[in-house]
């Protein structure tokens, strides 16, 4: 059975740098969305179920990155520069059936259940 988990959200201010886990049960490629309240679900990052690759939405490339340890089983996502846009509850994803990046929300199948990241001005 499949299993995520995300933690280290909190509250920072714009500039600064927060990093968020998840701890995944298998070997799986990993996606992270955000949400802010009031708006859609958002494509931020995918990485490979092995990690040589990943993939940024514009909106974070070059302020975020993805990475990976399977011996720990946990995808992290560091995140600098933040911005006040940048508050959202923040979500990490399993795609399962292939082992490449995805950006599509339907194509992942199971889902952590959120943690919140607020960026004040």
């Known amino acids: 059975q499949v299993h995520l988990g995300e933690s280290g959200g909190g509250s920072v201010q714009a500039g600064g740098s927060l990093k968020l886990s998840c701890l995944v049960s298998?070997?799986?490629?990993v996606g992270w969305f955000r949400q802010a309240p009031g708006k859609g679900r958002e494509f931020v990052t995918s990485?490979?179920?092995?990690?040589?690759?990943?993939i940024y939405a514009d909106s974070v490339k070059g302020r975020f990155i993805v990475s990976r340890d399977n011996v720990k089983k946990i995808v992290y996502l560091q995140m600098n520069g933040l911005k006040p846009e940048d508050t959202a509850v923040y979500y990490c994803?399993?795609?399962?059936?292939?082992?490449?990046?995805?950006?599509?929300?339907?194509?992942?199948?199971?889902w952590g259940q959120g943690t919140q990241v607020t960026v004040s001005s």
């Open positions: 994803a399993a795609h399962l059936r292939t082992g490449g990046v995805a950006r599509g929300e339907y194509e992942y199948e199971y």
């Open positions: 298998g070997r799986y490629s």
């Open positions: 990485i490979t179920s092995g990690g040589r690759d990943s």
